[in-house]
Structures are given as structure tokens and as C-alpha cells.
């Protein structure tokens, strides 16, 4: 009876073990939605004065004159 009793603890130890070590050698898979990326910042000070690229007397993009 003891002999049955000390077999079914040493099952239970190797079962749990095993669980152990399998789960210490997988990778854990990142959570997507708890890794955000950092949010870039944009300099939006002093830049170059906004003008268009077509003169005065020129339409926009249906003249092809100064291409």
C-alpha cells in the first residue's frame, strides 16, 4: 500500500515537473495591444513659408508650361 502511494507522489512530481519546464521554455507572446508605439514628435516651428509652385498667371496641374 505504501509502495502504491509513493509511485502515484512520484508521477504527480514528474507530471508537475514537466509542466514547469515546459512552460519556462516557451516564449511568451508579446500582447499586442499593451505595446503601443512611441507617439513621434513633429518640429512645427520656424519652417519654410508655404507658396505654391505655379505662378500667378499659370493654372495649377492642367498647364504643363515651366515643366
Known sequence: MIRLFLIAICAVVVVVVGIVVWNVTTEPEA?????????????????QEMRPRWGSNEGGADGTSGN
Not at 31 to 47: F, I, K, M, T
Open 31 to 47: 500582447p499586442a495591444a499593451a505595446v503601443a508605439p512611441e507617439r513621434q514628435h513633429y518640429d512645427l516651428e520656424g519652417g
